[in-house]
C-alpha cells in the first residue's frame, strides 16, 4: 500500500494531456491549481497507514488474502459495506473536502456484480478478466477515475442517433487483438490525478446502441487520451495566495474534468463489456446504488467541519449562547445525522449478490442521496446565517498583509478576548469556500441527479403492497390477523357490534 | 416422507408475499404429485429447510448461517432463490426444481 507522499510520487510516472485555462499542464504535481485535489486524494492513502484508522481505511483482500486499501476492495460483508461508509465520513472530517476514490470504488465493485451476471447469462469471460485487473489494481494500489457519464449531447435522442458519434463513448472497430474506442466522458472527478480510468456506460441502452454498451479499464495516460480540466468557482484564488482560497490545502470538490478518447485501443484482456446492451442498466443501477450511499458518509463529514466552524465562529463573534444560534446548530446536527442514519441504513440493509460481492439496499441509497441533495443547501445556508455577511465581503489575503491597510483591517475584525482577528477571517473564508461554491451543485448532481433518484425511489417503493396494506386496515381486505384476535370472521364481528350499539349495551364516546 | 422445515423471516417490509410464494410451491408440489411433509416445529428434524426472507437482505439465512446451521437449506429471498434472480411469479417453480432435484422425480 502506498502512503499519502507515495502516491503524490506515483503521479510522476504519469505523461498524461492535460489542458486548463488554455495551456497544456506539463506536469500535474507541480500545478498550483490541481494540488488541493492531490493532496485530499493522498488522504485516502495516508490514512490507510495510521494506525489510528487502519481498520476501516483497510481490508483484506478476497483475492490474495492481504491487507489493501479499502478504496480496492470490493464489499464482501455487511460489516464491509459499514466501514465504507465510515471510511467515508472519516476522510470527509479530515479533509472538508471531495477526496474523489470512491468514484473508481464503487466502479470497481459496480463492474464486478455485473460481469458476473453477464458471463452466466452470455457465457462470456468479463468476470475473470475483471477480476485479474483487481488483482493489479489492488497490487499496485491504484485509483481508478470512475468514468460513467457522458456529454450526451442531445438528450431527446439516443446515443446511437447523435449528430455528433463522440457525445457518447463508443466502439469505433472491433480487433482481434482489443478494440477501439472513441467519444467524451464529462466531469469526471479526480480523473487527472489517477492512475487508471475505468469506463461504465452512462445509461440505459438498447440494442441499436449496442457499441455504446462499454466497459473497459486504460492507464491515465494511454494513447489518445486527452483531458480538460473544469473551472470552480472562485479557483483562480488558488493562485492569489493562501488565505483566500478557503481551502487551500484541500481544495473544493473533487477537481472534474473532461476526458476525451480519440481512437484509443483498448486490449481485450481490458474490456468489461462489450455491447451487452441488456446489462447496461444493471451497471448503472448498481454503480449509482453504492455512489448514492456514500453521500451520506461523505457529505456528512463535511457536515461535521462546517458544523464545527459555524459554532467556533458563533464563539469568536460573542454570540454562542444566543438561542436561535443554538437552534440552528442544532437544525444542522440533526439534518447531518439523518443523513448519516440514511447512510448506514443503506449499508445495514445490504445484500449479497449472486457474484458473492455485497451491495447496498437500493431504496435506501437514492433516497438518502435524495436528502443530500436538499439538506446539504439547508446546512450550508445555515452556516452562512450563522457566521454572518463577512463570508462574502471580506477583504483579500494581500490588503490584509498591506501595511497601509493591514493594522486598521486586523482590529476591527478582532472577536471576542482570545480569538486572533487573522484566525477568524482564516475560519470565515473555510465557511466561504464550503458553502458559496462548487460544493453545493456538487451535492445536487453528483451521484445523479434528484429526479434520476425519484425514478429509483418510485420503481423500487413497492406502492403495490403499500395500497394492500391500506385496504387491508381500512377493511377492504380480509385481515386474518384480526380474525384471529377477535376469534371469528370480521363481517360477523361488526354485524355483532353493530347490533350490540342498536341495543345500547356498549357505550360510544 | 421427505419433511422440509418452514422459516420465515419476521416480515417487516417484505418484497414479496412470502405466504404467497410458499402456498404456490405446496400446490405446486402436490400437482406433480410429490409428497412432502412441511413443518414449522423448530424442534423437527428435517432433511431440508426453506428459509423464506421477505427481501434480499435475507435476514433469516444470515441468522441461520450465523448459528452454524449444519442442515441443507434452500434460502428465498425477496426476488431471489440462492444466487439467482428470480421474478416474484416464477418463485414457487424455481423452488420446485431445486426440491426435485433433491428428492428425485414423483413415485409413479
Not at chain 1, 457522458?150 to 431527446?156: I, L, N, Q
Not at chain 1, 445495514?348 to 451491495?359: D, I, V
Not at chain 2, 408440489?29 to 412441511?38: D, E, I, P, S, T
Request: a neutral charge; charged letters at 25%.
Amino acid at each position: 500500500m502506498m502512503n499519502g507522499k507515495e502516491y503524490i510520487e506515483s503521479l510522476r510516472g504519469l505523461n498524461h494531456e492535460v489542458y486548463f485555462l488554455g495551456q497544456r499542464i506539463k506536469s500535474i504535481v507541480d500545478e498550483p491549481m490541481f494540488q488541493p485535489h492531490i493532496h485530499t486524494a493522498a488522504m485516502t492513502y495516508e490514512l490507510a497507514h495510521d494506525p489510528e484508522h487502519q481498520e476501516i481505511m483497510t481490508a483484506t483482500s478476497h483475492l490474495t488474502g492481504e491487507r489493501i486499501n479499502r478504496f480496492a476492495h470490493i464489499h464482501h460483508s455487511i460489516d464491509d459495506l459499514v466501514k465504507k461508509v465510515r471510511m467515508m465520513r472519516l476522510l470527509g472530517q479530515k479533509t472538508g473536502t471531495c477526496f474523489q476514490r470512491c468514484v473508481g470504488l464503487d466502479g470497481l465493485n459496480a463492474v464486478y456484480v455485473t460481469t458476473y451476471d453477464i458471463d452466466q447469462k452470455h457465457g462470456t469471460t468479463y468476470h475473470e478478466r475483471f477480476k485479474n485487473y483487481l488483482l493489479e489494481v489492488q497490487k499496485n494500489d491504484w485509483m481508478p477515475s470512475g468514468a460513467m457519464t457522458d456529454a450526451r449531447g442531445d438528450r431527446s435522442l439516443r446515443p446511437s442517433k447523435q449528430k455528433h458519434p463522440d457525445a457518447y463513448l463508443h466502439i469505433k472497430e472491433r480487433l482481434k487483438d482489443g478494440i477501439i474506442v472513441s467519444g467524451m466522458k464529462a466531469h469526471i472527478t479526480g480523473a487527472i490525478n489517477s492512475h487508471e480510468i475505468l469506463t461504465m456506460p452512462t445509461r440505459t441502452m438498447g440494442e441499436e446502441d449496442r457499441d455504446f454498451s462499454l466497459s473497459f479499464a486504460i492507464p491515465a495516460d494511454a494513447k489518445g487520451v486527452t483531458y480538460v480540466f473544469s473551472r470552480q468557482t472562485n479557483d483562480t484564488r488558488r493562485l492569489d495566495g493562501v488565505l483566500d482560497a478557503g481551502n487551500p490545502k484541500y481544495g473544493i470538490v473533487g477537481g472534474e474534468a473532461i476526458i476525451i478518447f480519440k481512437d484509443v485501443f483498448v486490449p481485450w484482456e481490458r474490456v468489461f463489456m462489450a455491447g451487452e446492451y441488456g446489462f447496461t442498466n444493471e451497471l448503472v443501477e448498481t454503480f449509482a446504488g453504492y455512489h448514492r450511499s456514500n453521500y451520506g458518509g461523505c457529505k456528512v463529514g463535511l457536515a461535521d467541519v462546517v458544523i464545527g466552524g459555524s459554532n467556533w465562529i458563533a464563539e469568536a463573534h460573542g454570540i454562542e449562547r444566543a438561542s436561535h444560534i443554538v437552534d440552528k446548530l442544532t437544525e444542522m446536527i440533526a439534518m447531518a445525522e439523518t443523513c448519516w442514519s440514511c447512510t448506514l441504513a443503506c449499508s445495514y440493509e445490504g445484500y449479497r449478490t449472486p457474484s458473492g460481492a455485497y451491495h447496498i439496499h437500493p431504496l435506501l441509497a437514492n433516497v438518502t442521496k435524495l436528502n443530500i441533495t436538499r439538506m446539504v443547501y439547508e446546512w450550508m445556508r445555515l452556516a452562512q446565517d450563522i457566521a454572518g455577511g463577512k463570508i462574502i465581503t471580506l477583504p483579500s489575503e494581500k490588503d490584509l498583509e498591506n501595511p497601509e491597510t493591514m493594522k486598521i483591517l486586523t482590529e476591527c475584525f478582532a472577536g471576542k478576548e482570545g480569538f486572533p482577528p487573522m484566525d477568524i477571517i482564516k475560519m470565515l473564508r473555510l465557511i466561504e469556500n464550503m458553502s458559496v461554491g462548487a460544493g453545493l451543485p456538487e451535492a445536487m448532481h453528483g451521484a445523479g441527479s434528484p429526479a434520476a433518484q425519484k425514478i429509483m425511489i418510485a420503481r423500487r417503493s413497492g406502492i403495490d403492497r403499500k395500497m394492500e396494506l391500506a385496504k387491508t386496515v381500512a377493511g377492504i381486505n380480509r385481515d386474518t390477523d384480526f380474525e384471529r384476535i377477535i376469534g371469528k370472521d370480521e363481517t360477523a364481528h361488526w354485524n355483532e357490534v353493530k347490533k350490540k350499539i342498536q341495543e345500547k349495551r356498549v357505550q360510544i364516546y | 416422507m421427505y419433511s422440509i422445515g418452514l422459516r420465515y423471516c419476521g416480515g417487516c417490509n417484505p418484497q414479496i408475499d412470502r405466504a404467497r410464494a410458499v402456498r404456490g410451491l405446496q400446490e405446486g408440489l402436490k400437482k406433480l404429485g410429490m409428497a412432502v411433509n412441511f413443518t414449522a416445529d423448530r424442534d423437527s428434524v428435517v432433511d431440508l429447510l426453506l428459509l423464506v426472507n421477505g427481501c434480499v437482505h435475507a435476514c433469516l439465512e444470515e441468522a441461520y448461517l450465523k448459528q452454524g446451521g449444519t442442515t441443507r437449506f434452500i434460502s428465498a429471498k425477496g426476488e431471489m432463490v440462492d444466487n439467482h434472480y428470480v421474478r416474484e411469479d416464477r418463485i414457487p417453480e424455481i423452488l420446485i426444481k431445486k426440491i426435485a432435484e433433491l428428492i428425485g422425480p414423483p413415485s409413479p
